[in-house]
């Protein structure tokens, strides 16, 4: 496989800065002006794509009252839900997909959304989506994987709580299926994720294992995990955008702000950068600085005959003199001039015999 797939507008890939995407989910609480701020956040911070989810509550669950299809976690941020009650709150409308594709579009982003059946994939189709992703929950859903590889698409798969068979099924089933442009994201499916449970050195097992472009969908908070994720290879990275943690949101607890988000793309691009190459020696960069290390210098006037000792000559800044390495092998040698302290020591004022 290619190292380098193109995602909308931008090449995505080994060689490339990060691609972050801003997941939008149901943190517009049902608002369309405030689903067009989000739209407009993410692009004033910088990511270059925006997602969104697309299913209703009846193309993802059933509406029962079972236990089975209760929230039973006292831990999880939806304690007490049914799956239809949790997906009703969460959804975005179907109509509204429309309206902020083409708010992102006209910000330069590229959007795009989580297709939850086969039925959403048409829909984002007639929108002319130019990539899918596949929810961590949906990767082992194999008649969906089908659908979405048949659109000759790129595709973003999402590894939380899988096994290695789980993937491998993904990725043998969009293959099969004739997608040729993957990319894989470690994920943990915890809301919000710690770091301890992150392990993101899977991430460049991953890209080797599956030979494909690697990244993170992220559901701890801050933005060190991500960082931390593309010094290992990641180049897709994902998070949750909520204008306000404070004013709640169905994912608001994990999401991150506007401002996060910005600091996300800038320092993502930094860490990118540091990366380089293995390289030992001097950068054109330091050379102005080679002159602030050591060499050996004469710290007290000398006569001619005088014996060099440790007393007249030490290994200080700058590096003008002869180098540290030296000091040894001139001690005890006669000076055969006149020396004034602070002068670099250099073979010619002394005797070599």
Same mark, same amino acid.
């Given at each position: 496989?290619?190292?380098?797939?193109?995602?909308?507008?931008?090449?995505?890939?080994?060689?490339?800065?990060?691609?972050?995407?801003?997941?939008?989910?149901?943190?517009?609480?049902?608002?369309?002006?405030?689903?067009?701020?989000?739209?407009?956040?993410?692009?004033?911070?910088?990511?270059?794509?925006?997602?969104?989810?697309?299913?209703?509550?009846?193309?993802?669950?059933?509406?029962?009252?079972?236990?089975?299809?209760?929230?039973?976690?006292?831990?999880?941020?939806?304690?007490?839900?049914?799956?239809?009650?949790?997906?009703?709150?969460?959804?975005?409308?179907?109509?509204?997909?429309?309206?902020?594709?083409?708010? @992102?579009? &006209?910000?330069?982003?590229?959007? !795009?959304? /989580?297709?939850?059946? =086969?039925?959403?994939?048409? %829909?984002?189709?007639?929108?002319?989506?130019?990539?899918?992703?596949?929810?961590?929950?949906?990767?082992?859903?194999?008649?969906?994987?089908?659908?979405?590889?048949?659109?000759?698409?790129?595709?973003?798969?999402?590894?939380?709580?899988?096994?290695?068979?789980?993937?491998?099924?993904?990725?043998?089933?969009?293959?099969?299926?004739?997608?040729?442009?993957?990319?894989?994201?470690?994920?943990?499916?915890?809301?919000?994720?710690?770091?301890?449970?992150?392990?993101?050195?899977?991430?460049?097992?991953?890209?080797?294992?599956?030979?494909?472009?690697?990244?993170?969908?992220?559901?701890?908070?801050?933005?060190?995990?991500?960082?931390?994720?593309?010094?290992?290879?990641?180049?897709?990275?994902?998070?949750?955008?909520?204008?306000?943690?404070?004013?709640?949101?169905?994912?608001? @607890?994990? &999401?991150?702000?506007?401002?996060? !988000?910005? /600091?996300?793309?800038? =320092?993502?691009?930094?860490? %990118?950068?540091?990366?380089?190459?293995?390289?030992?020696?001097?950068?054109?960069?330091?050379?102005?600085?080679?002159?602030?290390?050591?060499?050996?210098?004469?710290?007290?006037?000398?006569?001619?005959?005088?014996?060099?000792?440790?007393?007249?000559?030490?290994?200080?800044?700058?590096?003008?003199?002869?180098?540290?390495?030296?000091?040894?092998?001139?001690?005890?040698?006669?000076?055969?001039?006149?020396?004034?302290?602070?002068?670099?020591?250099?073979?010619?004022?002394?005797?070599?015999?």
């Amino acid at each position: 496989m290619d190292n380098e797939i193109v995602i909308g507008h931008h090449k995505v890939g080994v060689q490339h800065p990060p691609f972050i995407i801003a997941e939008m989910s149901g943190n517009h609480n049902h608002d369309l002006d405030r689903a067009f701020a989000i739209v407009d956040a993410a692009a004033e911070a910088g990511v270059h794509a925006l997602k969104l989810q697309t299913y209703t509550a009846d193309t993802i669950t059933f509406n029962s009252t079972n236990p089975e299809f209760l929230i039973d976690n006292p831990k999880s941020l939806w304690y007490g839900k049914n799956l239809y009650e949790l997906y009703q709150e969460a959804y975005t409308p179907w109509e509204w997909h429309g309206p902020i594709f083409e708010r @992102a579009r &006209s910000q330069g982003l590229v959007v !795009f959304s /989580s297709p939850f059946d =086969e039925t959403a994939v048409d %829909f984002l189709e007639d929108l002319d989506a130019p990539a899918y992703k596949v929810a961590s929950f949906e990767n082992v859903h194999v008649p969906l994987l089908r659908k979405i590889a048949e659109t000759g698409k790129p595709v973003i798969v999402s590894t939380g709580a899988s096994t290695l068979a789980d993937i491998e099924l993904a990725v043998s089933t969009l293959r099969e299926s004739g997608c040729k442009n993957y990319v894989l994201l470690k994920c943990t499916s915890s809301y919000p994720a710690t770091p301890e449970n992150t392990n993101i050195l899977t991430i460049p097992d991953l890209a080797e294992r599956f030979d494909c472009i690697a990244g993170l969908s992220d559901h701890t908070l801050g933005i060190g995990v991500a960082l931390a994720s593309v010094s290992l290879g990641a180049r897709v990275i994902e998070k949750h955008i909520t204008m306000s943690r404070a004013e709640g949101g169905v994912d608001a @607890a994990f &999401s991150m702000e506007p401002h996060e !988000f910005k /600091s996300l793309v800038e =320092e993502s691009n930094r860490a %990118f950068e540091a990366l380089g190459n293995v390289f030992y020696g001097v950068t054109e960069a330091e050379k102005e600085s080679l002159k602030h290390k050591r060499s050996i210098y004469v710290v007290k006037d000398v006569m001619p005959g005088d014996l060099i000792s440790p007393v007249n000559i030490k290994v200080i800044r700058p590096a003008n003199g002869l180098p540290p390495v030296m000091f040894d092998q001139v001690i005890g040698k006669q000076f055969i001039k006149p020396v004034k302290a602070g002068t670099a020591l250099t073979l010619d004022v002394i005797n070599e015999k």
